[in-house]
Structure formats: C-alpha cells, structure tokens
C-alpha cells in the first residue's frame, strides 16, 4: 500500500494570539477584517438557548434535528425533505464536489471565486476547468467571494450548486432554480452570526437531498450548535445596519482613494497591486485584513471598528495622527455575555444595549457626559430581574476602564462634579486611586443605582464618593451618573507624565 500525501488544503490566516505576539500587542486588542462575520454574536446566542441541549448532551439526536430542519425548511417555503444539514457549507462543497466529479471537472462562476472549490476538486481527484458549460459541477457563488459581485446564473449541462453563503447581504436567493435540479447552500455563519457553531444546509430537490443525505456521516452537527441555530432562526437577521454601513465604509475608502469594486456583501474587494504591503502595514493597529493577487479584502463589522480601520488607513495614507486606541473587553457568564469597547477621551459618541432600558440609559448618560466613546452590547438573564445584568454591566464597563486607566499615569487623578436633574441634587467625587472605595448616599434609589456604583468603584479600582437626592428616584439616579460622569473626565485630564501621588505609583 502506498501511504496517502497531504493535499494541497485550505490553510486559515494565523490566530490573534499569533498576529498579536508579531506586533506587540494583546489578543483582544486585534480586529478580524478577514472573516467576512458580524462583529457580534445575535442575542439569541445566550446560555439559555443551550441549557436543553446541554441537558441532553449525553443522548444522540435520533430525527437528525428535526425541528431545525423544519425551521429552515419554512423559512424558504420548501419541504422538510428539502433541506439537508452539515458542519458548515464546507461540509457539502467538498461532499458534492466529491458526488458529482470524482475524477471530473469542476468550473466556478466567477472564475475567480471562494478558494474551497479547487480545494474540494483537489479531494475528489478532479480538475478545475474555465468554461462552466463543459463541467460536471459548476459552483456559482452568489454572490462571490472575494469580490463582492454579483453574476447571474449561468444555463450549464453539469450539476449546478448556488452557493448563497452572502445571499442576505443581496437580498436575492436562487429558489426558481430548484425546480431545474440546482443545489442551494447556505450558512449559519454569515449573516445568522454563528461561524463558530459550524451550520449550513443544502436545499434541492426530495431526491438529491436523499443523495448528499445517503453520502455524509450520520450526524455532523452538534447538538449545542442546532440550539444555537434554531434559536437564531426563530428571527431571522436583519441586515439592513449593514448594508448601510458597507456603503458609509465604501465612501470612506472611495475618498482615500481606495476604490472598492460595487459589492452585495459584508465585505469590500479594493483592486490594487501589492495589497500585501497595506495588509503589513495596518497589522501593528491591531487590525487584520486580507490581501489577495490583485486586491485587498475588508469585512464590513460595525461603525465603531470599521471607524478604526478608517483612522488606521488615514494615519498610514494621508499621514493623520491616529485617534488613541479603542479598549475592547468581554466579559462572558452563565448569566450575561457583554462586549465593550471604550475610548475614555473620546467624542461623547455612546450606544448601550443590553435590553435594560433603565440602565442602558443611565451608563450611556455617565459616558455621554464623561466625554467618552463607549460601545457595550450585551444579553442577560432579564427573565431573573434586572440585578445581574445591571451589575455586571457596570463590572464590564469598570474593568474596561481599569484597563483603560493602566498605570493611571500623566493624569489629574481627582474630579469632582455637582449635577442638578430638576428638583434632585447629585454631587459625585472620585479618585483614581487604584484602590476600591465606595461611599453613596442615593436617597431615593430606584433599585441598582447604589450597587451599579459599587460594581463601578470595585472593577475600575477607583474611589467613589456620591450623594444625590431629590424627590423622583429617576432624576436622582440620572444627577448621580451624570456627575460621576464629569467627575471621571476631570478625573482623567491629562496632567505632565508622572502618577499623581508621592509614593510614585498607584
Ligand atoms: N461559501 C463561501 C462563498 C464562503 O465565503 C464561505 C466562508 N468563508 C463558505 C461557503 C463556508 O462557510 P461555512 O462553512 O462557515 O458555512
């Protein structure tokens, strides 16, 4: 017998812990421009969605997850027989490449298209052919990547698979073309943001389901990852954000003279020669884009990191000095999941959501009025009542600000403010001692406000005096973040470059 050769494979981008290490820098300070994802799991990702499968986690699933299958299946008006489960859409490129051209052709529409299709015709011993009309499979990514664009489908003799991996980004799926024995895949992993949950299905006709179905191992998908995206199916995504922030982003660049190709998707193509060197040069800002022959790829992500990548690019192109940097934290329990990213100096530009409408308004009211840009997204068990998520809102916000404050150099160190809210009274003092403090006075308080303070005092490591009164527990609550508020920026003025205390630390 002769031993089996690796293949020429799918290899992934290095890992942030690598990239970081390269450029001094920590793993959560690194942005993935390369993945083509959400820069956010959906709400529907929580603990609780896995506490049934987790339950049972011990059983398999007999019906092959059956209610998901159904889900999917309503979802685009077609039968249960219709659809057809994997470990992500991989799992059916490489399995129908392997179907439909073992030691045949394969073709791709665009010619230029997703990489695993000539890995998947390397598996099945086939050859990869330019012209679509003289292939036993042809993959038509729609629409494609790494481009953007969107092709229309071609009239082929061999087996056709639509690939629809960015198809909610467009606004167009390729269900009429089922009836003529195309195959649809799609994914979890885009718009749905679960990449790491594994899922994609394939939609065709009841017979060709049961041929993929007959050819794939007995169960692919996870338990756990079939919650997840049963949950997430339960409302489907709504892109709408996106898409207008690729088209902000495509401005953007189109003003910096980078000239994206017009796209249908989550991601920008900039034709250019040499894109490795902008790749290079926007890796020390912690940023990770991806550089291909003849152009460079960007994921679209959110407004707060696309605007870092924009800052990055107009320090490294037009020669501006960059905003300072972002803190980003994540704080994860069984109770809540929550992200931060926080500029302590920054604009007051501040968006809190984490479905605690109250509070959501009272720390964006401490930022706004702190002068500071904060982004802090999050779920929590709502269904137990407000206090674990308010107090471990206010932990992620008090540990991205310790973290923010580092060795609290070269700044003023005290604040203090006194804030009116109609007839209630607030009067805040702090001190960014380094050391854990807290003594309020909240009369009255309208349920957390006294301990979202002592979170505050305990993770950010800061003194914290305030007294705040009034009549309406509202007003009240609202005059004492705000003061606390004002009362860190003065707090974090900047003053000379030595700690403010005699003993030479903090
Ligand atoms: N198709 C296309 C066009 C893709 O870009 C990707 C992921 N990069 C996939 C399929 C695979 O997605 P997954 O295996 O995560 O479902």
């Not at 890992?15 to 799991?41: K, Q, Y």
């Not at 092959?64 to 027989?81: C, F, Q, S």
């Not at 840009?373 to 674990?388: A, F, P, Q, Y």
């Amino acid at each position: 017998m002769t031993r089996p050769l690796p293949l020429e494979s799918y290899t992934w981008p290095p890992s942030n812990e690598e990239l970081a290490a390269r450029v001094g820098l920590t793993p959560s300070d690194m942005i993935r421009f390369d993945g083509n994802v959400p820069a956010a799991p959906p709400a529907s990702a929580r603990p609780a969605a896995l506490a049934r499968a987790l339950a049972d986690v011990n059983e398999y699933d007999r019906g092959r997850h059956e209610p998901l299958r159904r889900a999917i299946a309503k979802y685009h008006g077609l039968d249960v027989a219709q659809v057809a489960l994997g470990a992500g859409s991989d799992e059916f490129i490489v399995l129908l490449a392997r179907i439909f051209a073992n030691g045949g052709t394969v073709a791709t529409v665009p010619s230029r298209s997703y990489s695993m299709y000539r890995y998947a015709a390397i598996m099945a011993g086939a050859t990869m052919v330019d012209d679509p009309s003289r292939a036993d499979l042809v993959f038509v990514c729609r629409p494609n990547n790494p481009t953007g664009e969107l092709v229309d489908v071609p009239d082929v003799a061999g087996q056709l698979v639509i690939d629809e991996a960015y198809a909610h980004y467009a606004g167009v799926d390729a269900l009429d073309h089922l009836e003529r024995g195309a195959i649809i895949l799609r994914t979890f992993s885009k718009a749905f943001g679960l990449a790491g949950a594994r899922v994609g299905y394939a939609l065709a006709s009841t017979q060709s389901i049961e041929v993929i179905t007959s050819r794939q191992a007995p169960l692919s998908v996870s338990t756990l990852s079939a919650a997840l995206a049963l949950a997430a199916i339960a409302t489907p995504p709504d892109v709408s954000e996106q898409v207008a922030e690729r088209e902000r982003l495509a401005r953007e660049l189109t003003e910096l003279g980078l000239e994206p190709v017009p796209s249908f998707t989550n991601f920008l193509f900039v034709p250019m020669p040499n894109p490795s060197d902008l790749v290079e040069r926007l890796l020390p800002y912690g940023l990770v884009t991806r550089a291909f022959g003849d152009g460079w790829r960007v994921s679209v992500r959110d407004e707060v990191d696309d605007d870092v990548l924009l800052d990055a690019l107009r320090a490294e192109l037009r020669g501006a000095t960059p905003s300072s940097a972002l803190v980003r934290h994540r704080r994860a329990t069984a109770e809540t999941i929550l992200r931060v990213r926080l500029r302590p100096r920054g604009e007051g530009r501040v968006y809190v959501a984490t479905g605690e409408g109250f509070y959501d308004h009272m720390l964006s009211q401490l930022a706004f009025h702190g002068g500071m840009d904060l982004r802090l997204e999050g779920v929590g068990d709502l269904e137990t009542g407000d206090h674990h998520l308010v107090e471990d809102m206010m932990r992620a916000f008090g540990e991205a600000l310790d973290r923010a404050l580092g060795d609290r150099r070269g700044i003023a160190r005290y604040g203090e403010a006194r804030v009116p809210m109609d007839e209630a009274i607030a009067h805040a003092v702090v001190d960014l001692s380094g050391r854990a403090v807290s003594e309020l006075d909240i009369d009255p308080d309208p349920g957390m406000a006294t301990h979202a303070f002592e979170s505050l005092a305990q993770t950010a490591r800061i003194t914290l005096h305030v007294t705040a009164s009034g009549r309406n527990a509202h007003h009240v609550a609202e005059a004492a973040f705000k003061a606390v508020g004002r009362a860190l920026a003065a707090a974090m003025t900047p003053s000379g470059s030595l700690v403010r205390s005699t003993k030479g630390s903090l």
